[in-house]
């Protein structure tokens, strides 16, 4: 029998795995104690029924062999009377007179189980199972009292352990199906019983996407209802916290637009008499338009996530020939090497221009500010669009690589990313105008082994191909 799974190997497997294998396993043991139970009794009826039939048949033939006997008859004439005597079909008689032994013709007396044959010596009858030649015997032994004589009748049960071994096949059999069915029972059980927790699992990936009405309708059962309900609650809180965070951020940053404008007023009209400031003046002033460029972009930044995360974000689509803007953004950037098919000057997708050229700045951006700058731009075609960035930067761990398109991210190179310019928020953006594509970013090592970033972004190809 094979080996039954362990707790620790079961438990590495799904939920729903683990109710199919425990339903096997039940049905495994229930198969295992009902065959072997029908096998037992079985077994114990049929040879008790041959045994009985046996030794009924021999004491029927030893009484009419002692009836036949005389104190005058020899060895030689026992042939005559056996043949008188009853034979079941398979059984074998050995006949003892005297000194002198008629023995079958398929056995003779060393046959015989030695414990039978000594129990006969005290005049005292018996039966036993024996091995016979290597075959399951049934002898019946029984002495005849009048006469210095014994009767040995040696029945044949290999039809009986033919019989059992079919038998055995046939429960083997059925216990293969009584499994079977156990399992497909669990995998239905396990399925009816989980189809709750699917639904619980994928309103939650529908809030972790951004859909924060997603809620659960009421349940069959009753305790399924209070799951339902705190998962529901949960959902309400959440959102809650979400939106009174967004319209703080939101509010925050249209609270900061008003003085920023007043700000960058006055600094414009600084700027338009630069050259009769004295030199530690420029200086100040040089600083002090650096941050407020850097201010209006944190401000601007804000007001997009706040947006992103209120919900109201939509797209503009609009038909946007994927090489030209490609030619256009790595003639912008300076000397980026752009690579693309031959064939890409064909490949339309519908896409928001604004978002799509806020993706590719960032992108590039970030490049410039940690990778040294940009210095390939790669497109790809197949079943989807790919765009990707190279630089020759540092790299970024592989620890990092997820946590880098977090909101404000300071990985290991946060020491000099401090006065960048940067606002933290560029690759996070660029996360949330792609999620709005149905699109997805990744970072990688690059492909021809050299030091650096590769930043890729995917997007789908409209329906039909490029």
Do not use: C
């Not at 029945?155 to 059999?173: F, I, K, P």
């Not at 970030?366 to 190279?390: H, M, P």
């Not at 290991?412 to 953006?429: E, F, P, V, W």
């Amino acid at each position: 029998m094979a080996d039954v799974p362990k707790t620790d190997d079961i438990s590495r497997l799904g939920l729903g795995a683990q109710i199919s294998v425990l339903f096997a396993i039940g049905g495994l043991l229930v198969s295992v104690l009902l065959g072997g139970t029908t096998l037992v009794l079985t077994r114990r009826q049929l040879l008790e029924t041959r045994g009985i039939a046996a030794a009924a048949m021999a004491v029927s033939n030893a009484t009419r062999l002692s009836n036949q006997l005389t104190p005058e008859s020899s060895i030689e004439d026992l042939p005559t009377i056996v043949d008188s005597l009853t034979r079941i079909g398979g059984s074998q008689r050995i006949i003892r007179v005297g000194d002198d032994w008629l023995v079958a013709p398929e056995m003779d007396r060393a046959d015989l189980p030695s414990p039978l044959v000594a129990r006969l010596g005290l005049r005292r009858p018996g039966q036993m199972l024996a091995m016979v030649r290597g075959e399951p015997r049934f002898v019946v032994g029984i002495p005849l009292t009048a006469f210095d004589a014994d009767y040995y009748a040696i029945s044949d049960l290999s039809e009986v352990e033919r019989t059992l071994d079919d038998l055995s096949y046939v429960l083997l059999g059925t216990g293969a199906i009584a499994v079977t069915l156990a399992a497909l029972l669990g995998s239905w059980a396990a399925s009816r019983m989980l189809r709750p927790l699917r639904r619980v699992r994928e309103a939650a990936e529908a809030i972790a996407g951004g859909r924060l009405d997603t809620r659960l309708g009421a349940q069959a059962d009753p305790d399924l209802d209070r799951l339902s309900d705190s998962f529901n609650e949960m959902a309400r809180a959440l959102e809650s916290r979400i939106q009174r965070d967004a319209r703080f951020a939101s509010d925050v940053s249209h609270e900061l637009r008003s003085p920023l404008t007043t700000l960058m007023a006055g600094v414009g009209v600084l700027e338009s008499r630069r050259e009769e400031l004295s030199p530690r003046s420029i200086i100040a002033l040089n600083l002090l338009v650096a941050d407020l460029e850097r201010f209006n972009r944190l401000v601007n930044d804000l007001l997009e996530i706040s947006g992103f995360d209120a919900g109201v974000a939509a797209l503009d689509l609009t038909e946007v020939g994927i090489a030209r803007f490609l030619e256009v953004t790595a003639a912008n950037a300076g000397a980026v090497a752009l690579r693309m098919p031959d064939d890409a000057h064909r490949v339309v997708v519908q896409a928001d221009k604004r978002r799509l050229a806020r993706i590719m700045s960032n992108l590039l951006d970030n490049a410039g500010r940690y990778g040294g700058g940009a210095t390939a731009i790669t497109l790809e075609i197949d079943d989807t669009l790919r765009i990707s960035v190279e630089d020759d930067g540092a790299g970024i761990p592989v620890g990092e690589r997820s946590a880098v398109f977090e909101r404000f991210f300071r990985g290991s190179a946060g020491g000099r990313r401090t006065d960048d310019g940067g606002t933290g928020l560029g690759l996070s953006l660029v996360v949330e105008d792609l999620r709005l594509h149905d699109g997805r970013v990744w970072v990688e090592d690059r492909p021809d082994g050299r030091r650096g970033a590769r930043f890729v972004l995917q997007l789908p190809l409209p329906e039909g191909g490029a």
